[in-house]
Every structure is written in C-alpha cells, then in structure tokens.
C-alpha cells in the first residue's frame, strides 16, 4: 500500500531554533510537496520537488528551505522559527508526470508549535 | 492561473440525508479536477478524479461529482450520509499549462447529526 510517513505527530519547539520536518514516501516518485493547513486558509503549498536536488517555490517559501537528496525523502527546514510558523504541516507525493494532474498521496501531517 | 472556490465554509446534515458540496474552479482549458476528505487528526484522502471522459465521476465511499463546464463546477455528492463522512472535504485544481502543482480550495467541514 502506498505510504507517506512524516517523522513526527506533534513537534513543539522555540523560537530562533532551527527546524527540520522529514518526509518519507516509499511509492518511488518522482514528485513531493510540502503544505502548510491553517483553519480557513485550507493548504498552501510551500515548496515542491520534481527530482532529486531540485526544488520549486510555492505560493509561501519565506521562512522555508527545503532539501531532497534522495528520491524518497524531502525534508523541509525552518532556519530561524518563528511563531506564526505554528501550523499543521502536510507531505504529499505523486508520480512521475506533470505535478499539476496528477492525484496527491499525503501523510498524516506534523502538527507543529512555536513557543 | 487556476483558482478554486469552496463557498461553504461549514455544512451541517442528518445522518441519512444527501449531500452536496460546492466546488467553483477558474481555469481557462480543461482543467484536472480532484476531491479529498481528511478526517480529524489525519493525512487527506482522495475521493475521486476527473481528468476527461464521463462527466459524473464515481469515487470511494459511495461519493461522486459532476463536471460542469457551463458551470465551471466539479460539486460532491453522496445520497444518504453516514455518521463517519464527518470530516473536511477539499476540492482541488490542476492544469497542463502555467503553475506546476495543485491549487486546493479552502475547505468545507461536515458535521453529521443523528
């Protein structure tokens, strides 16, 4: 069965720390994304990868770096927290073809807070 | 650039009753349409898809949605709700050309009542 697994439920940090959120799919593809879901604000998609090492801003990328050195995982990295980065964060993967159509598989999130 | 709009913020039904959701979508060709329901404390699910073809989609759970060009609306549909369909639903958007990725609307919660 297809799996996205992101490394943690609940995360909660500080503010200034630096912030890594791992992402893990095991379908072998080629796409992955990263969302913030805030209530009424639905998911905004922060950056996504369509390869290894490379990487595309969405609609948020301030305050966001992210990483892809291997296919199956992409990490996304807070450089410096701050806490109106408090958020429910989202992965997402899909196969090889355009990122535009084809359907996303997500994991169950990272619920993340900033003190 | 593609857009989607979910009007209904909040939707409230019976167990037993239908169901609909809205979904408006701004796209100038043939656009690829999705829905996705996430329950509480948990990843988004999708639903169904409608790349071209058939215009009624059928999906998982017992739910379907109708494209509508005239419209430009793709709206979900179930016609007797069950207690565990309480969730978010999103619907979301996707081209071949300009951005590179999905477009989500903002999201409709369903509650239930016995």
């Known amino acids: 069965d297809v799996k996205v697994t992101q490394s943690s439920r609940y995360l909660v940090k500080r503010t200034g720390e630096k912030v890594f959120l791992e992402c893990v799919q095991d379908?072998?593809?080629?796409?992955m994304f990263w969302y913030r879901q805030d209530p009424g604000l639905g998911l905004r998609l922060i950056y996504f990868?369509?390869?290894?090492?490379?990487?595309e801003k969405g609609d948020i990328p301030e305050g966001y770096s992210v990483s892809r050195e291997k296919k199956e995982r992409f990490s996304l990295i807070l450089e410096s927290a701050s806490t109106n980065q408090t958020s429910m964060y989202l992965c997402?993967?899909?196969?090889?073809?355009?990122?535009?159509?084809?359907?996303?598989?997500f994991g169950d999130g990272t619920r993340l807070s900033i003190l | 650039a593609q857009s989607v709009t979910q009007p209904d913020i909040h939707i409230t039904v019976s167990e037993g009753a239908s169901l609909e959701l809205r979904c408006n979508y701004s796209?100038?060709?043939?656009?690829?349409l999705f829905w996705y329901v996430q329950s509480p404390g948990q990843g988004l699910q999708l639903l169904l898809k409608?790349?071209?073809?058939?215009?009624l989609v059928q999906g998982i759970k017992g739910f379907e949605a109708e494209f509508k060009r005239s419209q430009s609306s793709f709206n979900l549909r179930k016609p007797s709700v069950h207690w565990s369909d309480a969730a978010e639903y999103f619907c979301?958007?996707?081209?071949?050309?300009?951005?590179?990725?999905?477009?989500f609307g903002s999201g409709t919660r369903l509650q239930v009542q016995p």
């Open positions: 997402a993967s899909s196969p090889e073809g355009a990122a535009s159509n084809q359907p996303q598989h």
């Open positions: 979301a958007v996707g081209a071949d050309t300009g951005r590179r990725a999905l477009t």
């Open positions: 409608y790349f071209s073809g058939d215009t």
């Open positions: 990868s369509y390869d290894v090492k490379m990487k």
């Open positions: 379908m072998d593809h080629e796409n």
């Open positions: 796209y100038g060709a043939t656009p690829y």
